[in-house]
């Protein structure tokens, strides 16, 4: 095989991979944009806004960061409103969990006050936890997404590349043609000779 119909193969197949990099690369971007949108369009009618950092108690303030005060409608605010809530969850029954507590209120021979006052506290955390797991799933949807985004632009840019390289090699594969059939170049003005 000759260099000409080398370069024509790797060419078309660079040509062929660009296209598809490209192709894939905007589908990429445009399913990361439209989860971004999802998020943001079911946690805006929430009206959900973190509180104000003077108000926030030194574990308040390390969990949710640099998002106080701002509303919760991007993934990043969404997982600092559900850091929020796990110290408040933290501080329902020293710790335990809905699966503990409930398992708890229910043990036998428990005192029913005892038992009630621990069905309040399952209560608070399942609603509490429940909140925070779609306040979570929230912040996974949003990461994925971005993700998609970001490797959605960097393959369209590698499929630009590769196309220019596929380009380049045809024109090299074009121009070692014209040397076989004893036409060169000209410096300047683009036009080619025939060569004695």
């Known amino acids: 095989m000759n260099r000409k119909m080398w370069d024509r193969i790797v060419s078309g197949a660079g040509a062929v991979i660009a296209v598809v990099l490209i192709v894939v690369g905007a589908f990429a971007v445009y399913g990361g944009r439209f989860g971004q949108d999802n998020v943001q369009e079911r946690l805006a009618p929430q009206n959900i806004t973190l509180p ?3 108000v926030l108690s030194p ?8 998002y106080a005060g701002q509303a919760v409608d991007t993934g990043p605010e969404a997982l600092a409103f559900a850091n929020y809530i796990g110290v408040h969850l933290e501080e329902v029954n020293e710790g335990a969990t809905y699966s503990e507590t409930s398992a708890a209120a229910r043990e036998e021979g428990i005192d029913p006050e005892v038992a009630a ?10 609603k509490g936890e429940a909140l925070r797991s779609i306040l979570l799933n929230a912040y996974g949807w949003w990461t994925v997404s971005t993700i998609a985004v970001y490797a959605g632009f960097a393959m369209i840019a590698a499929g ?25 170049p000209v410096a300047d003005d683009g036009l080619a000779r025939e060569t004695a």
């Open 52 to 54: 104000p950092a003077e």
């Open 59 to 66: 574990a308040e303030t390390e969990a949710v960061g640099a």
């Open 117 to 126: 006052e621990l069905q309040g506290k399952a209560d608070t955390l399942f």
């Open 160 to 184: 630009l590349l590769l196309a220019v390289f596929a380009v380049l090699g045809f024109r090299h594969a074009r121009r070692d043609e014209a040397m076989v059939v004893g036409i060169a």
